[in-house]
């Protein structure tokens, strides 16, 4: 099949919706399109149908043991808002203190200091060079006013996969609410909130082949019961957490998207993964000076993550483009020109961590695009060190740091 240009490999901002979810969806924006609180007529139960069928597919993909246990949201920002604000208030009685991790998407690392600004104490923890926060380190930072530890289940930008499970018993033993945002590793990973002790879990169908605009919060049920103050007041809807008239397209195409996931997973992530491993060994094989990013093991199969010195990643992105679209950090904060503070906090110089290009694999990449990334990737990086006397001065054996750059 003819390459089309431009080639995404940035499905760690967003996914293609997957065809096969499209289809699902579009009837209940049409001829099904009752409402499912309508308890009194056909439009109604079959809307209501539809979503009590969507909430079982997903309470299956991340090991729920009750569907009621998942309450809809519009995405991942809005069911970590909930879970973190929601916890907040409900257990203020209890204590005031929260711990997290500094690698936290914005959505985690906003709220929270919105929760400080209200009275709570958080304390964010460093991670390790490959970007994995210590257990123990949660364990020294829980105070008998802890009452939430939230750590994400696998980072946007490096991949790394956290030790949920031994977060999760961390959390029973101590017992304080364990969240985790699983935006980026539901569907990619297995995920069973029984087995790791997670308590309330965020995720998002966007990143997971479904359509934007919604997402789901699980909020355990039993063992302990969990319970949140809502962010929205309205109708009551899902058991008073958060009302409003739910997107039934959208949960459809979402309950299609965890069956889909569910069903593909195992065949889908080890050919990812060797897709991704093919793309890191030609990209690392033919530059010099080109660092991985994050833990090379405990990663996503679909992540590549690469620092190249001397260059700086958005020139990378600006020489690739027209034909391919990368990223150099999440795409939330590609807007601004600061460097990645996920990089920094693995201990990466400054310069590195301007220097970081995000390559993220998806469903429908193929074996010919990831060698003409490569291809392309490796031509910009030498073009542009090319012209940067930096990476000249380096190559002569000048060391940089020791060069007094201010005129008299
Ligand atoms: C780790 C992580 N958390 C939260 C979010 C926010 O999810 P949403 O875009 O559905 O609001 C994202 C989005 O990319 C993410 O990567």
Same mark, same amino acid.
């Given at each position: ?17 997957? =065809? *096969? ?53 519009? +995405?991942?920002?809005? %069911? ?5 604000? +929601?916890?907040?208030?409900?257990? $203020? ?12 998407? *914005? ?14 104490? @958080? ?11 210590? @257990? ?29 499970? +031994? ?10 609410? #364990? ?15 029984? %087995? ?24 355990? $049920? ?68 080109? #660092? ?6 405990? $990663?996503? =199969? ?22 391919? %679209? ?20 693995? +201990? ?14 998806? $469903? #429908? ?41 201010? %005129?008299?």
């Amino acid at each position: 099949m003819a390459l089309k240009f431009p080639i995404f490999m940035d499905a760690q901002s967003t996914t293609p919706c997957d =065809p *096969r979810v499209v289809e699902a969806m579009l009837p209940y924006f049409t001829e099904k399109f009752g409402h499912p609180a309508s308890r009194n007529h056909p439009f109604g139960w079959e809307a209501e149908g539809a979503v009590d069928a969507a909430r079982q597919k997903l309470a299956r993909l991340i090991g729920a043991r009750d569907p009621k246990e998942l309450v809809f949201t519009s +995405g991942g920002t809005e %069911a970590i808002n909930l879970a973190l604000k +929601g916890a907040a208030e409900m257990y $203020r009685e209890k204590g005031n203190h929260i711990v997290t991790t500094v690698i936290e998407q *914005r959505a985690g690392l906003d709220t929270c200091k919105r929760l400080e600004r209200q009275g709570f104490e @958080v304390t964010y923890l460093p991670v390790g060079p490959g970007g994995l926060v210590d @257990v123990d380190e949660v364990r020294k930072a829980i105070t008998n006013k802890t009452i939430l530890v939230s750590v994400m289940f696998a980072n946007n930008e490096i991949g790394t996969l956290q030790d949920i499970a +031994g977060l999760g018993r961390l959390a029973k033993e101590k017992g304080v609410i #364990f969240h985790t945002d699983a935006t980026q590793a539901v569907g990619k990973v297995p995920v069973n909130v029984e %087995a790791l002790g997670v308590d309330l879990l965020s995720c998002t169908a966007h990143l997971m082949y479904g359509p934007k605009g919604v997402g789901a919060l699980y909020v355990r $049920r039993k063992g302990p019961r969990v319970r949140l103050a809502p962010m929205i007041d309205g109708g009551g809807h899902e058991r008073g957490m958060r009302s409003g008239t739910l997107p039934v397209p959208l949960i459809v195409g979402f309950g299609r998207a965890a069956e889909i996931c569910e069903e593909i997973m195992p065949e889908e992530s080890a050919r990812l993964a060797t897709l991704r491993d093919r793309l890191q060994d030609l990209i690392l094989s033919s530059v010099d000076e080109a #660092f991985l990013n994050g833990d090379p093991e405990r $990663r996503l =199969p679909q992540n590549l993550n690469i620092s190249f010195a001397y260059v700086e990643g958005e020139s990378v992105l600006m020489g690739l483009n027209r034909e391919t %679209a990368l990223s150099s950090g999440s795409a939330c904060t590609s807007a601004t020109l600061e460097p990645s503070y996920v990089i920094a906090a693995l +201990g990466a110089s400054t310069e590195l961590a301007h220097s970081s290009i995000r390559f993220s694999l998806h $469903r #429908f990449n193929t074996e010919e695009e990831v060698e003409v990334v490569a291809k392309r990737t490796i031509e910009v990086v030498k073009r542009l060190r090319d012209m940067s006397p930096l990476y000249e001065l380096a190559k002569e054996g000048v060391d940089l740091k020791s060069i007094q750059w201010k %005129a008299e």
